[in-house]
């Protein structure tokens, strides 16, 4: 991973799982995985239209959030989002997700997304359900 990639890495898994340090291990696994079947970059997966909405939907809120230095927790989750990408970096990333390439929240449990119907519910890691492809 290039320092690119560990920022870019840094800011979707802050995104994506703000409050939750094993979901954002979770989520850096997803990009991963992702990264190494598409063989591509992980800055390349981060900004894929669609796929991770906090990083390339308009209509996501959180989509021009930053880490703010003046609020200490959030700034604490961006701290620990820059190490989890840091220690990604390694290539010595246990995988706490068993493979996968995909995840949703938990909040959406009661309308869950289709593509989740064709792939292969792996674990929950606190507030995401995730999968892999069948």
């Not at 995985?33 to 959180?62: G, I, T, W």
């Amino acid at each position: 991973m290039t320092e690119i990639d560990i920022i870019c890495a840094a800011l979707c898994i802050w995104k994506e799982a703000r409050n939750d340090l094993d979901g954002m291990r979770g989520v850096m696994n997803v990009l991963l995985n992702r990264a190494k079947r598409n063989s591509d970059s992980v800055y390349a997966e981060v900004f894929k239209p669609l796929q991770f909405s906090s990083m390339s939907y308009q209509h996501d809120p959180q989509l021009l959030r930053q880490p703010n230095p003046n609020h200490p927790e959030e700034w604490q989750a961006w701290l620990n989002a820059k190490t989890v990408a840091t220690s990604a970096s390694t290539g010595v990333f246990e995988d706490n997700t068993a493979g996968a390439t995909s995840y949703y929240s938990t909040t959406m449990d009661d309308n869950p997304p289709s593509w989740g119907r064709k792939m292969v519910p792996t674990v929950v890691i606190g507030g995401q359900r995730f999968f892999r492809t069948a």
